[in-house]
């Protein structure tokens, strides 16, 4: 079946610190990829995604690259600020028929200390 | 312009009781979808609408769980005899239903559902 899965939280960094979390997926085919993010108090809005192999996604200065060789869609920032401070969830939308439905993560809680 | 509402932002029921939550998706929107988060984990799929049918319902864990679009617009998640393992946040989300597999879902701030 199609699953996620991130790597584990939560990950406290110092502003400025350069930030990876990994996510790898399974799926037949090749499905789109996103990324989601949930500010405290805030509702799941999307950060970015990918929809092909090789594909690059970026907003706000992160990045995700679709790598169908290693199955995996991390993403990263070259210098966090404490208003990065949210989980962040990486997701998959299946790339069979009908099935439009997300798959997450179970999320990955980042803090950011000044 | 306004993005998915949900009401109510809480519910707090007894152990077996009935619940219904509204979400009103963004205007336009064919493409409406409920999921559920419990503590500590990612949201999981329930129940896909494009237009007013149930396209993909393969995520309603049992029968008490049931959701209707009548007009293609707002839908209703109703749960029956509810129960403790049924609390957690519900989420609505909507697309525009164009491109369905890579569409952006636009979320709503969700209702939490306690049950006692």
């Given at each position: 079946g199609n699953s996620v899965t991130q790597m584990e939280g939560p990950v406290t960094l110092s502003e400025e610190a350069f930030l990876t979390i990994n996510c790898t997926y399974t799926?037949?085919?090749?499905?789109?990829?996103?990324?989601?993010?949930?500010?405290?108090?805030?509702?799941l809005q999307l950060l970015l995604k990918?929809?092909?192999?090789?594909d690059k996604g970026s907003n706000k200065g992160f990045e995700a690259t679709y790598r169908k060789e290693t199955t995996s869609f991390h993403l990263e920032k070259g210098s966090v600020q404490v208003s990065d401070s949210a989980v962040y969830f990486c997701a998959l939308s299946p790339p069979q028929g009908g099935s439009e439905k997300l798959v997450f993560g179970k999320g990955t809680k980042l803090t950011v200390n000044p | 312009g306004a993005g998915v509402s949900q009401t109510p932002s809480n519910k707090v029921t007894e152990k077996g009781k009935y619940v219904e939550l509204r979400c009103d998706?963004?205007?336009?929107?064919?493409?409406?979808?409920?999921?559920?988060?419990?503590?500590?984990?990612?949201?999981?799929f329930l129940i896909?609408?494009?237009?007013?049918g149930a396209a993909d319902d393969s995520g309603l864990?049992?029968?008490?769980?049931?959701?209707?679009?009548p007009e293609g617009s707002v839908s209703?998640?109703?749960i029956q005899r509810t129960e403790r393992g049924d609390s957690a946040v519900y989420l609505c989300a909507s697309?525009?239903?164009?491109?369905?597999?890579?569409?952006?879902?636009?979320f709503g701030p969700g209702t939490r559902l306690t049950v006692l």
């Open positions: 799926a037949t085919g090749y499905p789109s990829l996103f990324w989601y993010v949930q500010y405290p108090g805030e509702g990918a929809t092909k192999a090789d | 998706p963004i205007s336009g929107h064919t493409a409406l979808y409920w999921y559920r988060q419990s503590l500590g984990q990612g949201p999981e896909y609408f494009q237009g007013t864990p049992n029968d008490r769980f049931f959701a209707v679009r209703t998640l109703k697309s525009q239903g164009t491109h369905r597999r890579t569409d952006t879902q636009y």
